[in-house]
Nanobody, 114 residues
Framework: QVQVVESGGGLVQPGESLRLSCNAS????????MGWYRQTPGKEREMVAA???????KYRESAKGRFTISRDVAKNTIYLQMNSLKAEDTAVYYC????????WGQGTQVTVSS
């Protein structure tokens, strides 16, 4: 069983930045593929950014150039640095781990509003 815990959400104004963190338990962290999805009410969950165990990275189109996903193996943690935030980035952000199956965190709210 892998425990996934997100942190770092909050309320910011348009154009500001936030960094989300996601800590995953277990000694096999270097074998995990991880990433971030987000969801708003009434909509399906959508992929934001992902990083595989080999370090391959992908982003949704609207996140390219603004968001950066990174990984710290020593801390069992990945990060999502979000810059130039827009109102449409408002959502609950969920971290996941894929290690033979999907594990999800509880989600962290990001609100971008003036």
């Amino acid at each position: 069983q892998v425990q996934v815990v997100e942190s770092g959400g909050g309320l910011v104004q348009p154009g500001e930045s936030l960094r989300l963190s996601c800590n995953a338990s277990g000694s096999a962290f270097s074998e995990y593929s991880m990433g971030w999805y987000r969801q708003t009410p009434g909509k399906e969950r959508e992929m934001v950014a992902a990083i595989t165990a080999l370090g391959d990275i992908k982003y949704r189109e609207s996140a390219k150039g603004r968001f950066t996903i990174s990984r710290d193996v020593a801390k069992n943690t990945i990060y999502l640095q979000m810059n130039s935030l827009k109102a449409e980035d408002t959502a609950v952000y969920y971290c996941y781990v894929f290690y033979y199956r999907m594990y999800w965190g509880q989600g962290t709210q990001v609100t971008v509003s003036s």
